[in-house]
């Protein structure tokens, strides 16, 4: 109550004192107080946020920093640390070249932190840093923040060293190629299907062998389909949906055109992978192309039907990998 009193007397003269004066005084010192309490509840509650994202950041694996409009760090993360070897609180108040990371980098991250300065846009940045332990691959998110007027006054950096995931793509690039060499040398194609689209992956081997040009096959289901000989597509139809609703192998001997309308007879084998419902493509196939001359006796042998499981198990851990790695990556 003293308080309002205090606040009316800043807008009363006593001589002049009439009842709609009174009332009106009486508001503003309400509204002051209101405003008051406002301003006391948003300053609690960025100094609740303020712990928040300190709490986040200091605890984070990942290097969080904050730049200014002269490249300089703002803050930056204990995670800092174990990149580098300096000490977080080394940084602050310095630009990367100050602070003594190599002049390369510098160059790259002074570009980037200009564009979004200037742009108001998100930038990603790839690069491998030298760190103490060796190279680490990193990826970085900069994000612009603005004030009141949508000038951007800083902006936020979250760096993650995916040193892991650059090693696994790589491994299962080579995996992949040397898989091609055994195709190639086995006289196998392969193919992956995507049930939910229709489209069908299929290796340049499957057109080599039937004799195709490069690129002429229509990569759909139905486009197989259509060089397989028609007596023999209910059984495959048959044989795929089994596995497809059991999730196990399958091996199927059938016939296919090659480009001069010839049959080629061909055995496949395949598995419709248990993480199907979880990757979008439902099932991997491998095909060995036989000699059009006896089939009994260019049925492959024990040897051969042993190499084509372990290629078809081979290709479809490393296809699984790779598409999981696009849905979550």
């Excluded at 002051?32 to 300190?54: C, D, N």
């Excluded at 002074?110 to 680490?136: H, N």
């Excluded at 995916?162 to 194609?189: I, N, P, Q, Y």
Aim: hydrophobic share 40%; glycine share 4%; with cysteine.
């Amino acid at each position: 109550m003293q308080s309002m009193k205090r606040g009316a007397q800043d807008y009363l003269i006593k001589e002049q004192l009439t009842p709609e004066l009174l009332h009106y005084a009486i508001t503003n010192a309400i509204e002051k107080m209101s405003m008051s309490r406002q301003m006391e509840e948003q300053r609690l509650e960025l100094a609740r946020q303020h712990r928040a994202f300190q709490m986040l950041a200091e605890n984070a694996p990942d290097i969080i920093a904050r730049f200014d409009s002269d490249l300089r760090y703002l803050y930056v993360n204990p995670a800092i640390t174990q990149a580098t070897g300096f000490a977080a609180e080394s940084f602050v108040g310095k630009s990367n070249r100050e602070a003594g990371m190599p002049e390369d980098l510098c160059t790259i991250w002074d570009e980037c932190l200009r564009e979004v300065f200037a742009t108001g846009q998100f930038k990603q940045l790839d690069y491998i840093f030298p760190s103490p332990s060796g190279e680490r691959f990193y990826q970085s998110r900069l994000a612009p923040e603005f004030n009141a007027e949508r000038q951007v006054i800083s902006v936020l950096n979250i760096s993650r060293d995916v040193t892991d995931l650059k090693r696994t793509e790589m491994a299962l690039r080579e995996s992949e190629a040397r898989l091609r060499m055994a195709f190639s040398v086995a006289k196998m194609g392969t193919w992956d299907w995507d049930i939910s689209t229709g489209n069908l992956r299929w290796s340049e081997e499957h057109e080599t062998i039937l004799g195709l040009p490069a690129g002429t096959f229509g990569g759909t289901y139905d486009a197989f389909l259509a060089l397989v000989y028609p007596d023999d597509v209910a059984n495959i139809a048959k044989k795929i949906q089994q596995a497809l609703d059991q999730h196990t192998e399958y091996q199927i001997d059938f016939r296919m055109y090659g480009a001069d309308d010839k049959l080629h007879w061909t055995t496949g084998r395949g598995k419709a992978p248990i993480m199907m419902s979880v990757v979008p493509h439902a099932c991997l196939v491998l095909y060995r192309i036989l000699q059009n001359i006896n089939w009994q006796s260019n049925r492959p042998s024990s040897m051969q039907m042993i190499l084509m499981s372990l290629l078809m198990r081979s290709m479809i851990a490393s296809s699984s990998l790779m598409r999981m790695e696009r849905c979550y990556g």
